[in-house]
């Protein structure tokens, strides 16, 4: 037991000063201009000062994006690789805004707009250039599998869309019957309902496995806070029934909620949802300590708090600006992902202390010291979520 609490407690305390939910994500838009490309890219404030060492989202002021202007303009000419024939094409007009896009095209989400910092870089392109290369390695520092969602614009309209992982790279011809084929290709008009899209049209890249495994890895190992409900839920009792009932309310529930945010039916600030879902940690731990049986009261709790942690999670997908017609498939696998993460933990924690549950000591020395802890967590990140929003 002793091992168990002080693992816990190493890594909730380890990932206190973390921002609630840092993902990695980057929009990139670059619009072809015959003898340029401009690159408008967007990150999160926490995220790009954290790879930069220069503090959190609370300062990141217009004064200390200027003050360190040197230091984000040498990670990004660094970390986003641009290249015309094979050469790296060197950068120019760095410029960069907090809370709000060059462009409403930009973002796809007005909410997300509040919580970005744009960046927008200039490459001259010369003349018979052939093609170009571009990948990301922002934020390879991080943990997770940071994702980049990189669009290009010829003659104002969206030529070619793409997800970049790491590993990932992006080539197209830049000769004038090639941009010229792929604008006629994608400002074609939709087929009808039941047709079969025209063998020209702009091709779209699978997203089924990225987000599965987006879904997974923004539980484990980045959502921290999701990671401690789904224990909330498990300390509750010693059989899988109770354990059952309460992950299905949660999993109900927050599909609801990321649908029809997605759908744009309902959505919710960040600086609610945020607080709300660390609320929901510290309601259900604490409710471990005082009741043992599953009440009906349980299972109203935890799905209202499954449609708060399902805001979150649309929060995330919505920071990534997909198109609607990507909505529905975006939909299924980042949920299932989620689902793979949450069964992860459950399955994690299972076997960790399945010995444990016939016991007679369990629920005085592991349900009630591990619930207060996870508690205590989830009441610090209420109040510093509200006090300090960026976290």
């Known amino acids: 037991m ?25 929009l990139i838009d670059i619009t072809l201009k015959g003898d340029s490309a401009e690159a408008g890219i967007q990150v999160k404030p926490d995220d790009i000062l954290s790879v930069t060492q220069a503090g959190n989202y609370w300062g990141a002021t217009p004064a200390k994006l200027q003050e360190i202007g040197d230091k984000l303009a040498y990670y990004l000419e660094a970390r986003f690789d641009f290249k015309v024939d094979g050469h790296a094409a060197p950068v120019g007009l760095f410029e960069f805004r907090k809370r709000s896009g060059y462009s409403t095209r930009y973002m796809d989400s007005a909410d997300y707009m509040d919580t970005t910092v744009a960046f927008r870089l200039r490459y001259p392109i010369p003349p018979g250039a052939k093609k170009l290369d571009i990948d990301s390695k922002l934020f390879a520092e991080f943990e997770i599998q940071p994702l980049c969602h990189l669009r290009i614009f010829y003659q104002g309209t969206e030529i070619r869309r793409k997800f970049l992982g790491l590993d990932d790279r992006f080539s197209m011809s830049l000769e004038k019957d090639s941009l010229e084929a792929m604008l006629a290709a994608a400002r074609q008009p939709a087929p009808a309902p039941g047709q079969a899209a025209p063998p020209q049209a702009q091709p779209q890249e699978s997203v089924v496995g990225r987000f599965l495994w987006l879904g997974f890895t923004h539980i484990l190992p980045e959502g921290l806070d999701h990671i401690l409900f789904v224990l909330g839920l498990f300390f509750f009792a010693t059989y899988f029934r109770p354990l059952f009932v309460q992950i299905t309310a949660f999993t109900i529930a927050h599909s609801i909620t990321l649908g029809l945010s997605l759908f744009g039916v309902f959505s919710l600030s960040s600086r609610i949802v945020e607080p709300l879902i660390a609320l929901s940690i510290a309601v259900v731990a604490i409710e471990n300590i005082f009741y043992r049986k599953l009440r009906p009261s349980r299972f109203l709790i935890v799905f209202g708090f499954g449609l708060i942690h399902g805001l979150g999670f649309a ?46 000591w369990y629920f005085k020395r592991v349900v009630v010291p591990v619930s207060a802890l996870i508690a205590a967590v989830g009441l610090f990140w209420f109040v510093q979520r509200i006090v300090r929003p960026g976290f």
């Open 315 to 360: 929060g995330v997908l919505k920071s990534l600006g997909l198109p609607a017609n990507q909505f529905l498939k975006v939909l299924v696998s980042f949920n299932l992902g989620v689902e793979g993460g949450q069964l992860a933990v459950v399955a994690m924690a299972a076997a960790l202390t399945g010995w444990m549950w016939k016991k007679p």
């Open 2 to 26: 002793r091992y168990l609490a002080s693992l816990l407690i190493a890594v909730c305390l380890g990932a206190l000063p973390a921002s609630a939910h840092p993902n990695g994500a980057s």
